[in-house]
Nanobody, 115 residues
Framework: QVQLVESGGGSVLAGGSLRLSCAASGVTSTPHLMGWYRQAPGKQRELVAQHFSSGSLYYVESIKGRFTISRDNAKNEAYLQMNSLKPEDTAVYYC?????????WGQGTQVTVAS
């Protein structure tokens, strides 16, 4: 059973930084894809960043230059370094992995950015 545990959320002032971590357990092969979605109150869930096993990266336009996704395949962990945070980055951030033909989700971690 694949399980994802996120950590690193919290509250910061605008301009601050946070680093989210996602640890995947029960994974028996290298995930094809690891990444992060977020969902702000009253809004649809939005893909923020993803990291393919090939090394290819994707970032949504609104966070380019501020967020960096990385992963450690040996540990089956993914990270999202978030710098220059803005109030509009406030959301619940969800880690996901795509492995063995299935998507798995973490429970979400709250990120709150105060102006």
């Amino acid at each position: 059973q694949v399980q994802l545990v996120e950590s690193g959320g919290g509250s910061v002032l605008a301009g601050g930084s946070l680093r989210l971590s996602c640890a995947a357990s029960g994974v028996t092969s290298t995930p094809h894809l690891m990444g992060w979605y977020r969902q702000a109150p009253g809004k649809q869930r939005e893909l923020v960043a993803q990291h393919f096993s090939s090394g290819s990266l994707y970032y949504v336009e609104s966070i380019k230059g501020r967020f960096t996704i990385s992963r450690d395949n040996a540990k089956n962990e993914a990270y999202l370094q978030m710098n220059s945070l803005k109030p509009e980055d406030t959301a619940v951030y969800y880690c996901f992995v795509y492995v063995a033909g299935r998507n798995y989700w973490g429970q979400g971690t709250q990120v709150t950015v105060a102006s």
